[in-house]
């Protein structure tokens, strides 16, 4: 089991930064990549942005392209959501999660362990 702690939303206004932690305990190394993904109300959950733990290659949704960045510290098994020129439709809760492959990283499904979430409201 992995266990998956996020941390570090709130209330920003609209081009604002904010930074998500993640951080992962139990049997990290299962764990082979992380994402970051967000659902807003009425929305389906969507992908964000995800790390692979060897090498730290990285992906972006376009959406969040060049003002997001996601990032890990491999001592504290910790990752992190930068977010920076926030916009209101990046209004969601946003949720970590552990893929045991590198492999469809922009998937749901392709991930095993999920966080509990925490909101990220952007005031316009």
């Known amino acids: 089991q992995v266990q998956l702690v996020e941390s570090g939303g709130g209330l920003v206004q609209a081009g604002g930064s904010l930074r998500l932690s993640c951080a992962a305990s139990?049997?990290?190394?299962?764990?082979?990549?992380m994402g970051w993904f967000r659902q807003a109300p009425g929305k389906e959950r969507e992908f964000v942005a995800a790390i692979t733990w060897r090498g730290g290659s990285t992906y972006y949704a376009d959406s969040v392209k060049g003002r997001f960045t996601i990032s890990r510290d491999d001592a504290k098994n910790t990752v992190y959501l930068q977010m920076n020129s926030l916009k209101p439709e990046d209004t969601a809760v946003y949720y970590c999660?552990?893929?045991?492959?590198?492999?469809?990283?922009?998937?749901?499904?392709?991930?095993?362990?999920w966080g509990q979430g925490t909101q990220v409201t952007v005031s316009s």
């Open positions: 999660a552990a893929a045991s492959r590198v492999l469809g990283l922009r998937i749901l499904s392709s991930y095993n362990y």
């Open positions: 139990g049997r990290t190394f299962s764990s082979s990549a």
